[in-house]
């Protein structure tokens, strides 16, 4: 009795709290809430903080409240969390009527505009009750009380709403890297892949023995988007060892194949090719092959065709030139021709003896009368990645668009890239109609003018280079579309240059017993990703298949320009990855498998070491330190696999005797079988170089009337002796200071140009680099041609920032750049002028001088001076060229608070005086790390005396270290937050090197309370 007893005291919460989400405190059904909630003793939380909308704060909740006009504020995480609470029994939500407008992407949600209000309701078995806003607080009390019912605590397991999955359940493992242009992957039985490149390799990776090899190449013509486009195995494979694959071959005729082989162990039987079909092409204008291959239900194989039109001399229209001897820019003679196989997906049947036949429910009758019969989709651009859905056969497809001028109802231009969805033979609108069927005028090449739009019901093809029907079968408008500017129907799509690909629907039925299988939270989601801006969307439609809502997938992973996306039979994700640079081999370009646990979690390798180059031989310490497991208690075990070679623990080291590159991989191991694996390249022959500056004063801080002496210092054992004039010194002050990340960019060269820092950072945060490299040319011309091209001046640097804006083609072989029209125009010219900057020789000042500091003078606290000196080796024994850099970054010496790496002490601010600063307590403290004390004879304070008083301790590098300082600061009262400020100093014992510095505030007699303000610290190299 008593254990019933104890349990019914502990099924129940002992206090009644009421989250009341709201944004407009003085509403009136906020005050009426107000006014129940004081006559009942409830405790009302009333905020705008959507983040307590998860498991653990909302069972602390009797009952949530909240308006109708706040349910589109909460994420695809707090309205399943929001569900789950109701469906517990822990409390009720109560929906206040503010508007007639709900949310159509939850149909729970949508649901309440049909209920009635003022009385209670249940709904999937949680309780629920809707209030217009002008109830008073009588009808506030009665719907509270039934929501709180017995007050009882969520029992989550007769929740029948799934969360979305913590990201910490997903192991991401790169399988390989360094590929030279991936398109596409077959995942094999036995748990191997096979994937292709597009200059024609096909490789095998060996998932027991954890490498790749070349198993075949294709003699193909790579030029414009072509070469080995797809690649996909038979659904019998196991039986039948066939292997299907899409390519362009070599030579002076314009055509590409599909062929048949067999693929025995590592072994492609080049000499079992059938062809099967050959699709007649053009090869003198870019752009648009797809190629990509699939099976669907019933063992019929599609096959994904762009449009192979020339896509660079549109005049910011479509491709509809229909002058003589123009049908090679005319799309109504390749997507939009019924006879033609570009810019479609076909759809056949394997047939044993290497043909094929027209399985029926094409979209032309089988006889050809009206079209090839192949085709199953028409109307496509670049169906560049497509998915059919294994239960009822939809196929869903990322079309590639174009960019024109043409004005959209959206507020855009009618330039969408496209997710579609077919559930049965169509056309598909291109080159008439994008996006939700806009029509395009069609552009008069001759003539120059626009003409008529089309009707997407009744679209007809008069053009003389149309060889098909001409009147089309009705336009069908994508599911989803968005442009490169953000999109007002999907804005959790973000914006920037884009490239739609569709991935596959998951199924859990699919995946029973598969030991990686996704949550069933996933169930009967579509994947699509996009290449450009590097994300996962999962996407939720309804019983019929119409879109209800999206939401990001595996958010935390930065994807290097995801380029196929499989699901395997044990349920883990393979991607391949194409890397930064277009029509490149890129270091960054993987093969990765990504596996997800419900129960116990993979652990995460990770290995470091302090040095990744050197000279044969090469002693490399290897550590897996930095791996971890989040379920706390696991015992980690770490194996290392160096050739044939394994090794075991944490930290390890191993001889390389020989120059060469050599891959090291770490698999941790937890004590319940899980495992998580990490590979690097130690490459052996190259020492990297060693470069010094060396200098007396101090190397954090700048004083007025100040000079920084130095010396510059550069080694390298394969060099010899140093030329020092590849040694490249340089020294600015930086107005935007304090960060040096900004300075050393990712990828450019900006360290040795500081003045154009902060256009260096924009440009390599944003889309920009998936379409140029600083050195080489990708999709768009490399920077350092654009900076031979164009001079620096203000007009030149005005009319290319507003080009980055406004976006445009025809200076570059008519190649279109994304609009960026949020782009500031500041942030824009900022980027041009680091662009043109790579054109510029930047001279070196010499290796060793003394540099005045004057230029901060009068320009703030927010500026730095940056001396840096770096050095490229020559390369040596097959190991590429190394550079290594060393700077001094001088601050100013003034502090602020609030800038602390960690402040263990309450921050306010002052917005109206423009001043934040802290209220430190007894046994408070803040941090800051990495500054060098030498010359430092004082430091300075800008407190208040406001509050008990107390001392301000400085100590090194912990909160008992050394104490180099020590202040006491009086007791006071201040009349406001403005007044009584004033600056106090106190000496500094001498001290040597790089220091964490804590300043610790303590009461006099270590009693409790507010101990006074401190706006800043301010270090001098004077007493």
């Not at 939720?540 to 380029?563: C, Q, S, W």
């Not at 706390?632 to 075990?637: E, G, I, P, S, V």
Request: aromatic share 10%.
């Amino acid at each position: 009795m008593l254990l019933v007893l104890l349990f019914a005291c502990t099924s129940r919460r002992s206090n009644t709290r009421i989250l009341c989400y709201a944004t407009l405190r003085d509403s009136g059904w906020v005050k009426q809430i107000q006014a129940a909630a004081a006559k009942e003793g409830w405790q009302l939380v009333l905020t705008g903080d959507r983040h307590l909308f998860q498991e653990d704060s909302l069972r602390q909740f009797s009952a949530v409240c909240l308006p109708f006009s706040l349910s589109d504020s909460l994420d695809f995480r707090q309205v399943p969390a929001l569900k789950r609470y109701a469906e517990s029994g822990g409390g009720g939500i109560l929906a206040v009527k503010d508007t007639a407008a709900l949310r159509k992407d939850w149909p729970w949600i949508q649901e309440w505009t049909s209920l009635a209000t003022g009385k209670a309701l249940k709904q999937d078995e949680g309780r629920l009750y809707l209030l217009a806003p002008n109830a008073d607080a009588v009808d506030f009390r009665a719907a509270l009380t039934y929501l709180i019912g017995d007050n009882a605590l969520p029992n989550y397991k007769q929740s029948l709403t799934l969360l979305p999955p913590d990201t910490s359940r997903y192991t991401y493992t790169v399988l390989d890297h360094g590929l030279d242009e991936p398109m596409e992957m077959c995942i094999l039985p036995e748990g191997n892949v096979l994937f292709i490149e597009r200059k024609g390799a096909v490789k095998l990776y060996d998932a027991r023995q954890h490498q790749t090899k070349n198993i075949g190449h294709f003699d193909v013509f790579s030029g414009i988007e072509d070469g080995l486009l797809g690649a996909a195995l038979d659904p019998n494979f196991k039986t039948n060892h066939r292997v299907y694959f899409y390519y362009a071959p070599a030579g002076e005729k314009w055509f590409n194949k599909l062929v048949r082989m067999e693929l025995h162990g590592d072994t492609l039987d080049k000499a079992s090719e059938k062809v099967m079909m050959e699709v007649p092409t053009q090869r003198r204008y870019c752009c648009h092959s797809a190629g990509y291959l699939a099976f669907g239900p019933g063992g019929l194989l599609y096959l994904s065709i762009g449009d192979n039109t020339n896509a660079e001399e549109t005049e910011g229209y479509t491709p509809v030139d229909e002058r003589k001897g123009r049908e090679l820019s005319d799309d109504q003679a390749s997507a939009a021709n019924s006879k033609d196989l570009r810019g479609k997906i076909l759809r056949i049947k394997p047939e044993e003896d290497g043909s094929y036949s027209i399985p029926d429910g094409n979209l032309f009758p089988k006889d050809g009368s009206q079209g090839r019969p192949e085709i199953y989709v028409m109307g496509c651009r670049n169906p560049y990645r497509f998915h059919v859905d294994m239960k009822n056969a939809f196929v869903y497809w990322g079309d590639i668009g174009p960019d024109t001028k043409v004005p959209s109802p959206e507020g855009n231009t009618v330039s969408f890239d496209e997710l579609n969805q077919a559930r049965k033979p169509g056309f598909f609108g291109w080159p008439y109609f994008n996006g939700n069927n806009q029509p395009y005028p069609l552009w008069d090449y001759a003539a120059k003018k626009e003409r008529p739009v089309k009707d997407p019901l009744h679209p007809v093809n008069s053009s003389p280079n149309n060889t098909g029907i001409k009147d089309l079968p009705p336009a069908q408008p994508a599911m989803i579309w968005y442009s490169d500017a953000l999109s007002p129907i999907f804005p959790m799509l973000g914006k920037g240059g884009e490239s739609a690909m569709a991935g596959p629907v998951f199924y859990s039925d699919l995946y029973k017993n598969a030991p990686y299988k996704l949550s069933d939270y996933y169930n009967g989601k579509l994947f699509f990703y996009d290449w450009v801006r590097h994300w996962i969307m999962a996407v939720t439609m309804d019983k019929e298949g119409n879109y209800l809502r999206m939401e990001p997938f595996l958010e935390h992973i930065p994807f290097a320009a995801p380029v196929d996306m499989q699901i395997a039979p044990d349920g883990s994700i393979y991607m391949l990855e194409y890397g930064t640079n277009w029509f490149a081999k890129n270091s960054d370009a993987k093969l990765v498998q990504i596996t997800y646990a419900e129960g116990n979690r993979n652990p995460v390798a990770a290995i470091s070491t302090p040095q990744q180059y050197g000279a044969a031989p090469f002693t490399a310490h290897l550590s897996a330190a930095a791996s971890l497991d989040y379920d706390k208690n696991d015992q980690l075990t770490y194996t290392w696999r160096i050739g044939d070679q394994q090794l075991k623990g944490m930290e390890v080291q191993h001889t390389f005797p020989q120059p060469g590159s050599y891959k090291v991989t770490l698999t941790v191991t937890d004590n319940h079988g899980g495992a998580g694996t990490a590979n690097t390249d130690i490459k052996v022959g190259n020492t990297p170089p060693v470069v010094q500056i060396n200098t007396a004063a101090n190397r954090s801080f700048y004083w007025d009337n100040a000079v920084l002496s130095y010396q510059v210092n550069v080694k390298d054992p394969e060099d010899g002796k140093i030329d020092s004039s590849k040694v490249q010194v340089s020294f600015d002050y930086l107005p935007i200071g304090k960060d040096l990340a900004l300075v050393l960019a990712k990828g450019s060269s900006a360290g040795l140009n500081p003045e154009y820092a902060k256009g260096s950072q924009l440009f390599w945060s944003l889309d920009c680099k998936a379409c140029h490299a600083e050195k080489a040319t990708s999709v768009g011309p490399a920077l350092v041609d654009i900076a031979h091209r164009y001079n620096a001046n203000e007009p030149m640097i005005n009319k290319l920032a507003a080009k980055i804006i406004a976006g445009g083609s025809g200076n570059w072989g008519n190649r279109t750049m994304s609009s960026h029209p949020d782009m500031p125009k500041t942030d824009a010219q900022e980027i041009v002028k680091y662009i043109l900057s790579l054109g510029v020789s930047t001279a070196s000042i010499p290796l060793q001088g003394t540099l005045p500091l004057s230029k901060h003078t009068g320009k703030g606290h927010e500026g730095a001076y940056l001396l840096m000196a770096t050095y490229t080796d020559k390369g040596a024994n097959g190991i590429e060229p190394i550079t290594t850099r060393d700077h001094i970054m001088l601050r100013d010496p003034l502090l602020q608070i609030e800038d602390a790496d960690e402040a263990k002490v309450f921050l306010t601010t002052q917005t109206t005086l423009a001043l934040s600063y802290g209220l430190p307590y007894h046994n408070n403290f803040v941090r800051f790390n990495h500054l060098y004390l030498d010359d430092i004879q004082s430091v300075q304070y800008n407190i208040q005396e406001q509050g008990m008083g107390g001392v301000i301790e400085m100590r090194l590098d912990k909160p008992d270290g050394a104490l180099i300082s020590q202040l006491t600061i009086a007791p006071g009262k201040a009349p406001d937050a403005k007044t009584g400020w004033k600056v106090v100093s106190a000496p500094v014992k001498p001290a040597t090197g790089l220091h964490d510095i804590y300043c610790l505030f303590k009461s006099t007699d270590g009693k409790e309370g507010h101990l006074f303000n401190i706006d800043w610290l301010k270090f001098s190299n004077q007493h």
